[in-house]
């Protein structure tokens, strides 16, 4: 049993910083992927970022590589995600995600909800032009 906890969404303006943080309860999610992904009203849970449990290995999403930062402790049961730039067009839910089973060995199961099977509460991180 694993349980996630999002917190540091908030509203910001254009250009501004965030660091969301994900912290769990129970097992230590030490040698488990750990994801973000966001969700904007109508539309599908996209991808952020994720990391792998060993060497630092790290992937983003395409479009938000360069201003966005994944990164973890796993002493602390903690993963982050640093936001920079931000933009209106980031405006969403922020979900932290687990996998605890492994799918997302396989290297394409790190980009979809389904590669996860443990997901927080979401943390709403807000935009303004």
């Known amino acids: 049993q694993v349980q996630l906890g999002e917190s540091g969404g908030g509203l910001v303006q254009a250009g501004a910083s965030l660091r969301l943080s994900c912290a769990a309860s129970?097992?230590?999610?030490?040698?488990?992927?750990m994801g973000w992904f966001r969700q904007a009203p109508g539309k599908v849970r996209e991808f952020v970022a994720a990391?792998?449990?060993?060497?630092?290995?790290?992937y983003y999403a395409d479009s938000l590589k360069g201003r966005f930062l994944i990164s973890r402790d796993n002493a602390k049961n903690t993963v982050f995600l640093q936001m920079n730039s931000l933009k209106p067009e980031d405006t969403a839910v922020y979900y932290c995600?687990?996998?605890?089973?492994?799918?997302?060995?396989?290297?394409?199961?790190?980009?979809?909800?389904?590669?996860?099977?443990?997901w927080g509460q979401g943390t709403q991180v807000t935009v303004s032009s």
């Open positions: 995600a687990a996998d605890t089973r492994r799918s997302t060995y396989y290297s394409n199961n790190r980009i979809y909800p389904s590669g996860y099977d443990y």
């Open positions: 129970g097992r230590t999610f030490s040698s488990y992927t």
């Open positions: 990391i792998s449990w060993s060497f630092d290995s790290t």
